[in-house]
């Protein structure tokens, strides 16, 4: 395989790591009932903040940390003003997305511009030799390999475990789980600022690895939050297909910046969004099953069009966590 | 609702501006800037002068149109955040009909009227593909609207950069700006325009009187109340989710229109200017009720208008103002819930 072509695919992968991150942080989020929609504001939060904590102690695991505790501190008022307020989900995450965002601006001023520490490449010895794998997925930094196993953990303990199962069911079918135990109130308000903890180590992946640094409104950032809220939908509430979802994403921008030179008429500001009207376009086909008319149409259709159809929409298609959104009172 | 919880609603709301303004004076104090003198600033900033006052009224009407068109889809019950993209959609239309008839004989006003019409249905229709997306294909009206605003983002730089270029090279500046015949008239010596100012009282107006007079805006909040409901009851909710969606889609694409006719003359990238997002701020704080949202929206304003001061004379970042606008939105909806559970307990 062409080594370029290798090195490229490996950034492609590093870049994707910053919205799995996210996306497996909302992904747990909603799987609980709880829609964070402050996704956005809270990656740029965490990155500046994590960046200004890692140019001041020069460590860049406190920055992570720190990324962290932003994250779950936002997600905590998302959790407070929803599940004991019973103030609109969406209203309070959308009022924080924004918020955040002129936080970082603001409180970022004084770092605009420094260089701070950066993630390390760790290549895994032994490993990183292997052909074309080695170089896509062993000569790597850590983030890499620990975003990978985030992953894998996740989807086994999301359906596989026995608290996978109950978190499930919280989102599904609260009063259910309620009856057999489970502390709906208190396990929604765990898991989302545990998803809160997740989207806020995408903050410094991005200003201590990606796109190392802090440069306020120019940083490219902006954006990448809404992009992790679309990726978790296309994902199916799914950590591993929302990853493949990152991945894609990723590749496709990548692929905006390798086509330029051979498209010099289309400005790379727009291949840069390319990505975009084809997120739409995969919701749309994610979403088209659910849609009542397409059933009835379907229904009216001879009945092999009729199966075929409706197994290509089956596969894709992705319904969420019933009570997603829906205010639980244990009464 | 009686005197005496309307008393306290207003003592809630009261504590919650306090709030707000504790949390903002709080982040202040953290970047080791002096409150007090940025909020001097950013009053001096935005009604020290004539000239100032103008700029903040130039703000207050694109807001106003927003914030009115998002009542009409939150009256619906929908979540319109897809309003960005309409502005910008709004003002690419404008754009594209003064272009095409900036060399024809048409009388000048005749042109700047028409453009504004384009705008209304540019972002009309861009407003109207979140609705099919979302009442036909089943896709979040959320998750449609950003994507559309997106892409609403990469046409207009496509078209700066590509078809629309200056003569010679592209540039962040814009387009090519329009000759003074083709500005919507403005009062001697500031950049405001009454007539953009007629136009954005005039739709509030409007939406005031549709949503509190007419048996249109009555269905509209059946349908936002209880879309189930509503349906059974004989209401076709998704062709009024249509409606609603149509009617914020031209106001929005109104005030994107206002943006190129009477502002900034051509189509600049960021055209919206975040008006959208501003005003569904607005539309939150005012509790979606329509005649509030002229003093809001125009304090809003004076703070976009105002913070421009910070970085210059204070050496501060001019995001204090979302900062503030944020903790003001976030504070009154908390205590709203806090004054629910209040009442709830007082009532056991």
């Not at chain 1, 490996?10 to 609980?32: C, K, M, N, Q, S």
């Not at chain 1, 790379?268 to 995969?282: E, H």
């Not at chain 1, 749309?284 to 929409?313: C, H």
Request: with cysteine; hydrophobic share 55%; aromatic share 10%.
């Amino acid at each position: 395989m062409d080594e370029t072509l290798l090195i490229g695919l490996a950034g492609v992968l590093a870049a994707a790591v910053p919205i799995i991150f996210a996306t497996i942080g909302e992904t747990i989020t909603e799987r609980a009932g709880v829609i964070n929609l402050s996704v956005n504001g809270t990656i740029l939060l965490s990155a500046m903040a994590g960046f200004a904590m890692a140019v001041n102690s020069q460590s860049v695991l406190l920055g992570f940390l720190t990324g962290a505790v932003v994250g779950a501190l936002v997600a905590l008022i998302v959790a407070f003003a929803s599940i004991t307020l019973k103030q609109s989900q969406v209203a309070v995450g959308f009022v924080l997305a924004l918020m955040c965002r002129d936080l970082s601006y603001f409180l970022g001023n004084p770092f605009m511009g420094l260089s701070g520490p950066r993630v390390p490449s760790m290549p895994i010895p032994g490993l990183a030799d292997i052909p074309v794998i080695g170089a896509l997925l062993f000569r790597q930094d850590i983030l890499v390999y620990t975003c990978i196993i985030l992953v894998v953990v996740v989807y086994i303990w999301i359906f596989r475990t026995r608290s996978g199962l109950i978190l499930q069911g919280i989102g599904e079918r609260p009063a259910a789980a309620y009856v057999r135990g489970a502390n709906v109130q208190r396990m929604r308000y765990l898991y989302t600022i545990l998803g809160g903890a997740l989207i806020g180590l995408a903050g410094p992946a991005y200003s201590l690895s990606i796109k190392a640094g802090w440069k306020g409104t120019i940083s490219g950032l902006d954006g990448v939050g809404w992009i992790a809220l679309a990726i978790t939908i296309f994902g199916g509430w799914n950590p591993i297909r929302a990853s493949i979802g990152a991945f894609f994403f990723a590749l496709l921008q990548w692929l905006g910046l390798v086509l330029q030179p051979s498209l010099p008429n289309i400005p790379s500001q727009v291949l840069q969004v390319a990505p975009f009207p084809l997120m739409i376009l995969t919701l749309l086909l994610v979403n088209i099953g659910n849609a009542e008319w397409v059933e009835r149409t379907l229904a009216a259709m001879p009945e092999k069009t009729r199966r075929t159809i409706a197994r290509i929409l089956r596969s894709m298609r992705a319904s969420p966590p019933a009570a997603l959104g829906v205010p639980f009172e244990n009464e | 609702m009686n005197i005496r919880s309307r008393w306290l609603n207003f003592g809630f709301q009261l504590a919650a501006v306090f709030m707000a303004l504790v949390f903002t004076t709080l982040v202040l104090v953290i970047a080791q800037g002096q409150p007090l003198e940025a909020y001097k600033n950013i009053v001096i900033g935005s009604f020290g002068s004539p000239g100032k006052i103008a700029d903040v009224l130039v703000a207050w009407v694109p807001l106003l149109l927003a914030a009115s068109g998002l009542l009409i889809t939150f009256a619906a019950g929908l979540w319109n955040i897809g309003i960005e993209g309409q502005i910008t959609l709004g003002a690419i239309f404008t754009t594209w009909m003064l272009r095409g008839l900036q060399d024809s004989t048409v009388p000048p006003a005749m042109i700047i009227g028409m453009g504004i019409l384009a705008g209304a249905i540019g972002g009309a229709v861009w407003a109207s593909l979140a609705g099919v997306l979302k009442t036909f294909g089943g896709v979040n009206e959320i998750f449609g609207g950003l994507g559309l605003n997106f892409v609403a983002t990469a046409l207009t730089l496509w078209l700066i950069f590509g078809p629309w270029k200056r003569p010679g090279i592209g540039s962040m500046s814009g387009t090519e700006p329009f000759p003074q015949a083709l500005w919507l008239p403005q009062i001697e010596g500031f950049r405001l325009s009454v007539w953009s100012l007629v136009i954005g009282v005039a739709v509030l107006i409007l939406v005031f009187l549709l949503l509190q007079g007419t048996y249109f805006g009555l269905q509209l909040k059946a349908v936002g109340k209880n879309g189930r409901a509503a349906f059974l009851l004989g209401i076709p909710t998704s062709r009024y989710q249509m409606m609603a969606f149509f009617l914020c889609g031209a106001f929005g694409g109104l005030a994107g229109a206002i943006q190129v006719v009477a502002v900034y003359h051509r189509l600049i990238p960021s055209i919206s200017s975040g008006y959208g997002f501003l005003g569904l701020l607005v539309a939150m704080l005012v509790n979606y009720v329509p005649l509030w949202i002229a003093p809001v929206a125009l304090f809003f304003a004076a703070l976009n208008i105002g913070s421009i001061q910070l970085p210059i004379v204070l050496k501060l970042d001019s995001a204090l103002s979302g900062v503030l606008q944020g903790a003001l939105v976030l504070f009154v909806l908390m205590m709203d819930g806090v004054r629910r559970q209040f009442l709830e307990k007082v009532k056991r």
